[in-house]
């Protein structure tokens, strides 16, 4: 199982075995926070789970603005498209594409490393643009499980004609809402993070790619700063 999976995963185990051992607690307050760190399991082994399925999903972003996920297996190769970006990655390089006016670069990095999931940072800029990636969603409710003064409710919907689980968070650093489908894909997301204000909602899941999705913008300025070695 790749390391970042499970980490959140033991997290969440930890916190639910600490409250179990915590025995000066009220029996209510003690049941309510071990039920949010079960949900949060719950949500986190969705999201994890379709990190090993081939799909693709298409959100709507406050604006106007779009942006889609796309993910296939053998190879594991994943594609996060967001207004004024993309983020590739594949078992040959982790890459950046930034468009600035009519012209677009792609930066090559080294991938991630064999059996490993990308690091949370290399999500950054597609937050920055609009897109919270299911990794970034999972850190969030993993540490609402951890703070025991968050208050989260449960909920079910529909998004984009899949059932979905979704959670109310509230806590001192800001609120959040987010739904997850059965698939385990991430059905909406809205809130604060790091201060700043999202929104997104699917508005599409298929369990089918195009397979153009990994290709690189046509016409791209390429800098490769991978490092080989002999």
Not at 7 to 34: E, F, K, P, Y
Not at 41 to 61: I, P
Request: charged share 20%; proline share 6%.
């Amino acid at each position: 199982m790749p390391a970042a999976s499970t980490t959140l995963r033991m997290l969440a185990v930890s916190v639910i075995a600490s409250l179990t051992l915590t025995g000066c607690q009220a029996l209510d307050d003690a049941g309510r926070t071990i039920g949010r760190a079960e949900l949060v399991n719950d949500l986190a082994a969705r999201l994890d789970r379709a990190l090993e399925l081939t799909y693709s999903a298409d959100y709507q972003l406050p604006g106007g603005q779009t942006a889609s996920i796309a993910q296939a297996q053998d190879p594991a190769r994943s594609a996060y498209r967001y207004p004024g970006g993309q983020l590739t990655v594949t078992e040959d390089a982790t890459t950046q594409c930034e468009a600035s006016g009519n012209r677009t670069t792609c930066t090559l990095a080294a991938p991630p490393a064999p059996g490993s999931k990308p690091s949370v940072a290399v999500f950054a800029e597609a937050k920055r643009r609009g897109l919270l990636t299911p990794p970034l969603v999972v850190g969030m409710l993993t540490s609402a499980a951890l703070d025991p003064a968050a208050v989260v409710e449960q909920s079910d919907t529909t998004v984009a004609g899949h059932h979905a689980t979704c959670v109310d968070v509230s806590r001192s650093t800001g609120d959040f809402s987010a739904c997850v489908t059965t698939e385990g894909a991430l059905g909406s997301f809205t809130g604060q993070v790091d201060g700043t204000p999202m929104e997104l909602t699917l508005s599409r899941y298929s369990e089918t790619v195009d397979w153009t999705a990994f290709d690189l913008p046509r016409g791209a300025g390429v800098v490769d700063r991978r490092t080989t070695t002999s």
